[in-house]
């Protein structure tokens, strides 16, 4: 039984809350025709995200403005057809981008950045280059933690990163990617940090900072976590469920620094 004493707040104050679709009313049977409306270009949104076509030569362009090296690779995958009917193939390199990163891997590196399309190119055309120069220089403070390799790769799963990360004999990679588009969020961005890199890793070696876009993880903040957890993850050689993601103690939203605009 409710108690009186507390005040009676509609249904729909939970709509100020959540994104998700909740008191969405109702006209006879159905949702009325704006709900019905959003729900549709939501949809379509969506699945626009999934088919849409990878820029990789511009966001390698935007990545040398930050004054990185940038390399490109791709999948066995070779057409969206392929990727979407047979993940395996977006999970291992094709055998000219071995060849190619393999004459990059002139000695081991802390860590190679790769940024792949994923699931969702668009979220990489939006976040990804805002995110890495946010980055560079939270790895960059105190002791430095050195991205020796930075790769952009086409018809990626996250697995890809394993094998590009062990070609280029980086003790840990840190994978960008577009994430599964939901009718809230069809630019969702995804990290996925894996110590000791190589073909046959599986998600419980990663760690995974994901929902970063404008109505979600911020920069900053994606930035911070990924940045700590590369430190924390190199210096006790281990990622995934051996690594507990502590770094929202020591936040700059934790303890009142304002972030930048």
């Not at 270009?41 to 004054?67: M, Q």
Request: glycine share 8%; aromatic share 4%; with cysteine.
């Amino acid at each position: 039984m409710s108690d009186p004493a507390l005040p009676r707040r509609p249904t729909l104050d939970l709509r100020s809350f959540t994104p998700a679709r909740v008191a969405l009313g109702r006209s006879g049977a159905s949702v009325p025709t704006k709900p019905l409306l959003d729900f549709t270009l939501d949809h379509a949104r969506a699945r626009d995200a999934v088919h849409a076509a990878f820029d990789a030569p511009r966001l390698v362009a935007d990545l040398r403005e930050l004054g990185l090296v940038v390399a490109e690779a791709r999948s066995r995958a070779a057409d969206r057809r392929d990727y979407l009917r047979r993940p395996d193939l977006g999970r291992q390199l094709d055998a000219g981008s071995a060849e190619t990163l393999a004459r990059y891997a002139n000695e081991p590196c802390q860590i190679a950045i790769v940024i792949g399309d994923g699931l969702s190119a668009a979220a990489v055309h939006a976040h990804a280059v805002a995110l890495v120069a946010r980055l560079l220089p939270m790895l960059a403070v105190d002791e430095g933690v050195a991205v020796g390799h930075v790769v952009v790769a086409s018809g990626a799963r996250v697995a890809l990163g394993d094998e590009i990360g062990a070609v280029l004999g980086a003790r840990m990679v840190v994978m960008l990617i577009g994430e599964r588009p939901g009718l809230s969020a069809p630019d969702s961005l995804g990290a996925y940090l894996t110590f000791a890199p190589k073909p046959g890793r599986t998600d419980a070696d990663r760690n995974c900072v994901s929902n970063i876009h404008h109505a979600g993880l911020s920069y900053e903040e994606a930035a911070f976590k990924i940045a700590w957890l590369a430190r924390e993850g190199l210096a006790r050689e281990a990622t995934g469920v051996a690594l507990k993601d502590e770094s929202s103690d020591r936040s700059p939203c934790r303890i009142g620094t304002a972030l930048p605009e």
